[in-house]
């Protein structure tokens, strides 16, 4: 908390008491032009999901040189942190005067971060789960969440579970960092409220290290809510083979399958992931929707040599909503341009947007989806049984022949 305490700090020193923010005319860097911040983790133990997200703004860049206005884009690396995010955050506001702020890095959308995003006064695109939709918190008129909600998260894992039997007996696993995996206390949530047994929780060490009540479960338990790093999460699975146990793994929210899901073979046989049922292509491409996506997935593994997942999904759908909202409003009134977004109903990647004044939760709930790796691709997970394999039972021994009696005479 003492870094949060010193942002706080930093933040109230910019203004001692301000009033509510207004829908007014600011001053923009480049007068004409969209000028856009992506706050990114580009280094760290999230570094490949910030990779994936800056790919993917490259690529709209790249394929929008003559977007009307011009969008200019500018990528800055808050590497983890969460007093460096705010720090960025009011640079992007007051120095490099914005017009619209990304936010790729994983946030708490807690009273400390609404005051900064008020203090900001610009759209504030949320490209990871949160919470609930930001609409009536504070600094929630500039804030637009481009993921599905960590309770919509919550329902869809307890969901997926119950209908594969695999809910009980399961461990939830965490490495205790709230700010990457607060969906843990949104999951028991869920569960009290459908009167469900609470899962145990057990928290990984800093050495990333199994602890032994896991290990010593593993014959028993059907599945473990893995919302550890991805490196805890194949070790277990290869103490699961090893085994011979069943055993599922549900991997978060955040997961990358450019990570070690696709180079290991364990994990990738026992994982499923949440992320969004339009990066499946259909067999049949029949809507402009359909061929918009098939043509992204194209463009950009074409581009970067590897598949996009969700996050650069929705990291280019942030800078598609931002400039369709300042062709509506013009680039050079924030305000403007957050009245525009909150009129926007628009299918895009990741999922199809809708906003208005009382919600800034924009994607589809029901484009959430499980995933599986399945010859070298995602793929949609089958809705019923276990991805995990059956145990092949050991062979018994072959039976030894009895020795024939001796003949006597």
Not at 109 to 129: I, S
Not at 380 to 407: I, K
């Amino acid at each position: 908390m003492g870094a949060r305490a010193l942002a706080v700090i930093l933040l109230a020193a910019a203004c001692t008491s301000p009033g509510p923010s207004v829908a007014t005319p600011t001053p923009t860097a480049e007068p004409g032009v969209v000028s856009v911040t992506a706050l990114l983790d580009l280094s760290g133990p999230r570094a490949s999901v910030g990779a994936q997200q800056r790919n993917a703004l490259q690529l709209w860049t790249e394929q929008h040189p003559r977007a009307t206005p011009p969008v200019r884009l500018k990528v800055v690396d808050v590497a983890g942190s969460d007093a460096r995010l705010l720090i960025e955050l009011k640079r992007a506001a007051t120095e490099d005067l914005a017009d619209a702020v990304i936010v790729g890095a994983p946030v708490v959308y807690d009273d400390t971060f609404g005051r900064a995003v008020d203090l900001a006064a610009l759209p504030v695109m949320l490209a990871q789960p949160v919470a609930a939709d930001p609409a009536g918190r504070a600094g929630g008129r500039w804030a637009f969440a481009l993921a599905p909600s960590l309770a919509r998260l919550a329902a869809a894992l307890v969901d997926d579970a119950v209908r594969r039997g695999v809910l009980v007996p399961s461990l939830a696993l965490s490495d205790a960092r709230d700010r990457v995996d607060p969906v843990t206390a949104t999951l028991a949530a869920e569960l009290e409220k459908r009167d469900l047994e609470p899962l145990t929780r057990i928290t990984i060490g800093t050495d990333g290290t199994i602890p032994p009540v896991v290990r010593s479960s593993l014959s028993v338990l059907r599945s473990v809510q893995c919302f550890a790093p991805l490196p805890v999460c194949a070790a277990i699975a290869r103490e699961a083979r090893s085994s011979g146990s069943p055993l599922m793994l549900y991997l978060p929210y955040g997961t990358s399958t450019n990570d070690q899901l696709k180079d290991d073979r364990d994990l990738a046989l026992r994982a499923v992931w949440p992320s969004s049922r339009t990066l499946i292509p259909p067999t049949v491409l029949r809507t402009d929707e359909d061929h918009a996506r098939a043509a992204f997935a194209k463009d950009y593994s074409a581009r970067f040599g590897a598949r996009p997942d969700i996050h650069a999904a929705i990291a280019y759908d942030a800078l598609s909503l931002l400039a369709d909202a300042a062709g509506r409003a013009g680039a050079d009134d924030r305000g403007a341009q957050r009245d525009a977004l909150e009129r926007i109903t628009i299918p895009l990647i990741a999922s199809t947007y809708t906003f208005a004044q009382d919600r800034h939760a924009g994607p589809d709930g029901t484009d959430v989806a499980y995933l599986r790796w399945d010859l070298g691709a995602p793929a949609l997970a089958p809705l019923f049984g276990t991805v995990a394999p059956t145990p092949t039972p050991s062979p018994a021994p072959a039976r030894t022949a009895s020795p024939s009696p001796s003949a006597t005479r």
